[in-house]
């Protein structure tokens, strides 16, 4: 019985350093202290402590928050990161914490389980650059889709969002052109081999000067366009790592 309690003990250890070697740390959001969101949530238990509770989000494929209650054990896991208390119906919870998947681009970051990245939709404008410049003060970049899995996971809730007023925007990405004319995306320096997301006709290079590429819902999918880098109503997504 012993040597079996053992192994288990062991067996539990090595699958909290695997997970370790996969970088997800938790962030707590200080806002969301003593609270408890009521919807949206997976599952909730009774767990001895954080690190189990956070054990069994990370276990679970849809999780990516999850509050913990340390009074009285409570483990809540979430599919949604709720960044305002706004998000989510909530009450008073005493010595509850909220935690989320931390991104090197801070707070503001959702990491999204799918695409094993982190975005944030930007609520500024400018051009290309001034995009490119502030996603870089935050230790992130302009979109990156250069890879298959990320490309379809973020291009499907991009479109799936639940904000209505989503839709009405335009969103500078990564990807330009070099003077050979081939597109490229900025932060992998990966080209574009052809893309399914195009707007119809384009890209085009209208005026000779459309170097850049935003995205901009289009029959209720978001596409892609080229535009000159320096049109400067164009909101942004800038994109980080997993702390």
Request: overall charge neutral; some cysteine.
């Amino acid at each position: 019985m012993a040597i079996k309690l053992l192994l288990h003990t062991i067996a539990f250890y090595m699958k909290g350093f695997t997970l370790s070697r996969n970088s997800f740390l938790w962030h707590g959001v200080p806002e969301w202290r003593n609270k408890l969101a009521h919807g949206d949530f997976l599952w909730q238990s009774r767990e001895r402590s954080k690190i189990i509770c956070s054990y069994r989000c990370l276990q679970h494929k849809s999780c990516v928050s999850f509050f913990y209650q340390s009074s009285t054990q409570y483990c809540q896991g979430h599919s949604s990161v709720f960044l305002h208390l706004s998000d989510a119906s909530s009450k008073d919870s005493s010595e509850t914490v909220y935690f989320k998947i931390a991104c090197k681009g801070g707070p503001s970051y959702i990491y999204d389980r799918g695409a094993n990245t982190c975005y944030s939709v930007k609520e500024k404008r400018g051009s290309w650059f001034t995009a490119q410049s502030y996603c870089n003060s935050e230790n992130s970049w302009l979109l990156d889709l250069s890879d298959d899995q990320i490309s379809s996971q973020l291009m499907t809730k991009f479109n799936d969002h639940r904000d209505p007023y989503f839709a009405y925007f335009w969103f500078w990405i990564g990807l330009t052109i070099q003077s050979d004319g081939r597109f490229i995306w900025r932060h992998s320096q990966q080209p574009l081999n052809g893309s399914v997301y195009w707007l119809p006709g384009q890209p085009d290079n209208a005026t000779g000067n459309q170097n850049c590429v935003y995205m901009r819902n289009h029959g209720g999918k978001f596409l892609w366009d080229d535009i000159d880098c320096m049109t400067d109503f164009i909101e942004f997504i800038c994109q980080s790592d997993v702390v």
